[in-house]
């Protein structure tokens, strides 16, 4: 029997553009996107799923004959800071809803997202190891560090094939970031582009690892391409992309926008942010199945500033539309 994905969470920064890479590899009718709301203009099989209610995701699995699983959905750092308890709840129970339907239908691969949230105090800043010390300050971060905990116990006592990546901060042109720390590195380029003065949440200093939505894109389908042998971390793979502080990404945008005005107006982000590594070792990743990544800041920005000029010339100001 051939790939049947399912993606949970797939109106998301990640999980809209992850939906397309995968209809592009196994064809649109192997990938069922999920989410809470139906998305406009979606173009393939879509479903309504709430991951709080197992008994809908299992009818959506025997329905399509699903054999894997991409769980995306999660309340993220800053945001979950607002309502710690209900962000426990939902980040957990979705998990063991999916880790449980899973392991019921003997799906093939489950995909499940962690982040460089998971480290705080005790692990160190720079080219932090896969194995540092966990001690998150967030309780999106001890939801992530619990998950990939549950991720590794049921590969360990059922058999079920889970994989993960910490991701670190995502930036793309595609799709917009929602309640996260490291969101500002998306938003400073809309702002570049609508050619308005950007307040930055962080520090000018905050240095924190960040990846191009390309690269993450990549490297969630090596991972999941990558034959069962060959994946020996079972909790969750560092991975890097590139490593830059707000000073350093606005120096690189006023080579295309001279005029480009910030002010820095730290919040309680930043304290998020500076318990966060500044960079990561990913030599597992790199050694298991060959990660690589292939974006620099610079690249970065040359893409994200085209592909938002392109798509503020063609439609409105609202970023909300920007979602393809
Ligand atoms: N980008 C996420 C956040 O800032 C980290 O996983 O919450």
Not at 36 to 54: H, Q, V
Not at 86 to 100: A, G, P, Q, S, Y
Not at 194 to 210: G, I, Q, R, V
């Amino acid at each position: 029997m051939g790939t049947k994905i399912l993606i949970i969470g797939a109106n998301g920064q990640l999980g809209s553009v992850l939906t397309e890479e995968l209809k592009n590899k196994f064809g649109d009718e192997n990938v069922i996107a999920s989410d809470l709301k139906e998305r406009d203009n979606y173009n393939g099989i879509f479903e309504i799923i709430d991951a709080t209610d197992s008994n809908r995701i299992e009818e959506v699995v025997t329905k399509y004959e699903i054999n894997q699983i991409y769980h995306l959905a999660a309340i993220l750092s800053a945001k979950g800071e607002e309502t710690p308890l209900i962000t426990w709840d939902i980040n957990m129970k979705t998990l063991f809803n999916v880790l449980e339907v899973s392991r019921r239908n003997k799906i093939d691969r489950v995909f499940f997202p962690s982040s460089i949230a998971v480290f705080g105090e005790g692990a160190p800043l720079d080219n932090t190891p896969d194995d540092a010390y966990l001690n998150p300050a967030t309780v999106y971060g001890i939801s992530k560090a619990a998950g990939e905990n549950w991720a590794q116990y049921y590969f360990l006592r059922y058999g079920l094939d889970v994989r993960s990546i910490r991701y670190p901060g995502v930036i793309g042109y595609q799709s917009l970031p929602g309640g996260g720390t490291t969101d500002y590195a998306v938003d400073i380029y809309h702002k570049a582009v609508l050619k308005e003065e950007f307040s930055c949440f962080l520090k000018e200093d905050a240095t924190l690892p960040m990846i191009f939505m390309d690269d993450a894109i990549r490297a969630t389908i090596e991972l999941m391409d990558a034959p069962k042998k060959d994946i020996n971390v079972r909790t969750s793979y560092n991975i890097a992309g590139i490593s830059f502080a707000p000073a350093e990404i606005v120096a690189e945008i006023r080579k295309l926008y001279p005029d480009f005005k910030v002010k820095y107006e730290p919040d309680f982000r930043q304290e998020i942010a500076s318990r966060w590594p500044r960079s990561i070792d990913d030599a597992s990743a790199a050694s298991d199945w060959g990660w690589k990544p292939k974006f620099d800041l610079k690249d970065i920005t040359e893409v994200m500033i085209q592909k938002l000029q392109e798509k503020y010339k063609k439609g409105s100001r609202n970023k909300e539309i920007l979602m393809f």
